[in-house]
């Protein structure tokens, strides 16, 4: 058998690379399809992330003002006597134990001092109430009705007058 006696397929395209126009427009709608979904996982993911991270700042800003308060006489130590000229503010006389001519200096300020001095942009609200629930100092802004997009409170025991308290702080922003 000679080479010449097997038959050779015949060539269906007339000529090499050259492309189907409909398969080419099926390649770009696939490839636009997988895009847009990317897309959209992509927008879903970033904005998880911006409302996570959103809700991570204000727990940390609570925490860390909590912290300060019940642990920190403030600087300078006797900011009571000039409250407005005061680098930070900490309602301690000890460690865990307030002292009430602090925390009633602070709760005289307006508001904007009070957010000057914590240090802070967000909203907050300072309470300081007995465990059963009786208050014996609120500073700060109630929560209105506003939309935010996170509000943290959080507690810290402490000592007054010998009582053990709650010190609320709850940040929203």
């Not at 503010?89 to 002292?99: H, Q, R, S, V, Y």
Request: proline share 4%; aromatic share 12%.
């Amino acid at each position: 058998m000679s080479l010449n006696s097997i038959p050779m397929p015949e060539k269906t395209r007339s000529g090499k690379g050259q492309v189907n126009p409909i398969d080419f427009m099926a390649a770009i709608f696939i490839f636009m399809v997988l895009f847009g979904y990317f897309m959209i996982l992509w927008n879903m993911f970033a904005l998880r992330y911006y409302e996570r991270s959103e809700t991570l700042d204000c727990e940390l800003g609570s925490i860390s003002i909590a912290d300060h308060l019940v642990n920190s006489k403030g600087y300078p130590a006797n900011w009571t006597s000039a409250p407005l000229e005061a680098d930070s503010i900490g309602f301690a006389g000890k460690p865990n134990e307030l002292d009430w001519s602090r925390v009633s200096a602070f709760e005289s300020l307006n508001y904007s001092d009070q957010k000057r001095m914590l240090g802070t942009d967000d909203d907050f609200m300072i309470r300081i109430e007995s465990s059963d629930g009786a208050s014996y100092a609120q500073m700060g802004m109630p929560e209105g009705n506003e939309t935010y997009t996170c509000s943290i409170e959080i507690t810290r025991l402490a000592m007054l007058d010998g009582k053990i308290v709650n010190l609320r702080v709850r940040v929203y922003g």
